[in-house]
Each structure stands twice: as C-alpha cells, then as structure tokens.
C-alpha cells in the first residue's frame, strides 16, 4: 500500500485517539492555542489513504471529530460562563493577552453568529471564541447552532483533503512513506513546541481582564452569573 510501517501496525485506532483527542482540546481548553490542529486533521487523512480501509475510516472519523469538536466547544463555552465577565490574561502573553481577548470579543459583538462560523477557521481564535462567547453572555442556542455547522465543514473538508491527497500520491509508491512520515514528524515536533510554548506562557503572571469594562457587550445575550 505504500504506507508508514510503524502507523500501518498500529492500524487506524491510533490516528482516531490522537485525532479525537486534538480536536477536542483545540476547541475546549487554552491548551488548545498551542496545538496544530488543522495540520493534524490533514496528516491524519493522509495517513488513512495508505490503509485498506482508509475511505470508510476518513468519514467515519469526520463525524467523530464534529462530535469531538462540538463537545469541546461547549465546554469551553461552559468555562467562560462559569467566569462570567471577568477573565484570566497573560501579561505580555504572545496568545493569552488582553488584545487577543479583545479582538475576538469585537468579533463576537459586532458579526455574532457569522463570526462563531468564521473563528472554527482561524486557530488561535477557534479556541479563544467559546471561552469569550460564555463569559460575555451569548446565546446559547445561537452559539451551539452556529459552533455545530462550523464543525460540521470544519472537520471533514481538512481530513477529506488529506485523505484525496494521500490518495493521489498513493500511486507513486516511493513517495508515499516519505510524505507521511514527513507528516508526522512535523506534527510531533509541532506538538512538542507547542507544548512549551504553553508552559512559557502560563508562566507570565496573570492579568485581569473584564468583559465590562474593555469591550462593549455583545448584543440580544442572556447574562449568567455563575
């Protein structure tokens, strides 16, 4: 088949956990800033293309990682609201800073349903948006209608583009298990840098930021006091 030995013994369970395990910690917790998600979803196409299997298992995958990704996304969203407007910032922060918490509730106010759909393509602020739609009060109806439909496109159209590509380059056998072991190298190296670069971030002290007070709110919301 052209595959990567090591992932072709492991089968296609190992590519589920990891897969399943990324998407809903990229869309539920801060952690989630600093993981290569979308590259994930590719790779993971990618590396189904070279099972016997790989086409039932990419779309049996995809809807796995909606459910992942509108599971995460409720959580975060749950987190925020259980802060309410007041949330946690990293002083000099390169993610967790007050102009990223700012810029990603404007978005929220000013495009709301339009912009939850848009932010499941940006990385940093697919993470971000759940968080800050619950703190500042967002409908939750609103909000899960619109988190669903992006992670309903979202997760399939990034695996299913790795698995075609994969599928093409399948036919030229020598270049398979260098792509994919490419692939995976990076997203490993990507995972390991990512992680640090959390750890240096949490590490910054804390800087408050208040819904209230550095953003206007977002408009027909439902406040929560938690």
């Known amino acids: 088949m052209g595959g990567f030995n090591p992932l072709d013994t492991a089968g296609p369970a190992l590519v589920w956990t990891i897969v399943l395990t990324f998407v809903f910690l990229e869309c539920a917790l801060i952690i989630g800033l600093f993981l290569p998600g979308d590259s994930m979803l590719i790779t993971a196409g990618v590396v189904l293309a070279a099972h016997a299997t790989g086409e039932a298992q990419v779309w049996a995958l995809s809807v796995g990682a909606m459910i992942a990704a509108i599971a995460g996304n409720q959580v975060g969203y749950v987190i925020g609201q259980r802060t309410g407007h007041h949330l946690v910032a990293r002083k000099n ?134």
């Not at 270049?175 to 997203?187: E, F, K, Q, R, S």
């Not at 190296?189 to 208040?210: C, H, K, N, S």
């Open 93 to 226: 922060g390169k993610y967790i800073n007050t102009r990223n918490l700012t810029r990603v509730a404007e978005l929220l106010h000013r495009h709301g349903f339009l912009a939850v759909l848009v932010a499941r393509w940006i990385p940093w602020v697919r993470t971000l948006c759940p968080l800050v739609a619950g703190a500042a009060g967002m409908e939750h109806r609103k909000y899960t209608i619109a988190s669903t439909i992006g992670a309903i496109i979202w997760a399939p159209v990034l695996l299913l583009i790795g698995y075609y590509a994969g599928s093409f380059i399948q036919d030229m056998s020598w270049l398979m298990p260098a792509v994919i072991g490419t692939l995976v190298v990076g997203l490993i190296l990507g995972t390991i840098v990512g992680i640090r670069q959390y750890r240096l971030e949490m590490a910054r002290p804390a800087e408050d930021f208040d819904l209230d007070t550095e953003t206007v709110p977002l408009p027909k919301v439902h406040r929560h006091n938690a």
